[in-house]
């Protein structure tokens, strides 16, 4: 499975971004998707997950702010984030979860300043 993230940027605090991630190869044997999140000088967390196409999970800095979806027919997945901020500054990854192994993607910066 390959994974190609997209969407990152520069945005002023209460924005909004979205993250795209797209996947190619052997999609079929996806079973979850995830973004994960890493600020400079810290671990890798868990952002939010999708289960096929209406169960998520959200880590609770996000919940209310941040919408995953998933668009089946275009094998994407995405991050809508709203009132974006500077906390939310980190490089964030796109990941699933297949029958084997655990897929990354290669990161996308999304930083949050005025």
């Known amino acids: 499975v390959q994974l190609q993230a997209s969407g990152g940027g520069l945005v002023e605090p209460g924005g909004s971004l979205r993250l795209s991630c797209a996947a190619s190869?052997?999609?079929?044997?996806?079973?979850?998707w995830g973004w994960y999140r890493q600020a400079p000088g810290k671990q890798r967390e868990l952002v939010a997950t999708?289960?096929?196409?209406?169960?998520?999970t959200y880590a609770d800095s996000v919940k209310g702010r941040f919408t995953i979806s998933r668009a089946s027919a275009k094998n994407t997945v995405y991050l809508q984030m709203n009132s974006l901020k500077p906390d939310d500054t980190a490089v964030y990854y796109c990941?699933?979860?297949?029958?084997?192994?655990?897929?990354w993607g290669q990161g996308t910066q999304v930083t949050v300043s005025s």
């Open positions: 990941n699933v979860e297949t029958i084997d192994y655990p897929y």
């Open positions: 190869g052997n999609i079929f044997s996806i079973r979850n």
């Open positions: 999708i289960i096929s196409t209406s169960s998520t």
